[in-house]
């Protein structure tokens, strides 16, 4: 089992950054089993989609909209990751959840990303 705990979500003007953090806990077995970890964002009335996601080797992967704003990382320890998010627009706007990938998929209980125009 993977508990995933985010904070760092906020209200922001549009052009403003954040940063949010992600930290994974459970069994030793489960953490080292850890793969990928990344975020997804879930806007009002839209489906779940995925934001950025970054492997155990290091690779990272974005979706079009946020590339050259958004930067994802892992900590040192790597059961954290982070999403830099700079030049943030109104439609960054959702629930932001971090989603790790152990033996299954495992879900944080998500922060709210709000950007004013």
């Known amino acids: 089992q993977v508990r995933l705990v985010e904070s760092g979500g906020g209200l922001v003007q549009a052009g403003g950054s954040l940063r949010l953090s992600c930290a994974a806990s459970?069994?030793?077995?489960?953490?080292?089993?850890?793969?990928?970890m990344g975020w997804y964002r879930q806007a009002p009335g839209k489906q779940r989609e995925p934001v950025a996601s970054?492997?155990?080797?290091?690779?990272?992967n974005y979706t079009d909209s946020v590339k050259g704003r958004f930067t994802i990382s892992r900590g040192n320890a790597k059961n954290t990751v982070y999403l830099e998010m700079n030049n943030l627009k109104p439609e960054d706007t959702a629930v932001y959840y971090c989603?790790?990938?152990?033996?299954?998929?495992?879900w944080g209980q998500g922060t709210q990303v709000t950007v004013s125009s």
């Open positions: 989603h790790a990938v152990s033996g299954r998929d495992y």
């Open positions: 459970g069994t030793i077995f489960s953490i080292f089993s850890i793969n990928v």
């Open positions: 970054v492997t155990g080797g290091g690779n990272t």
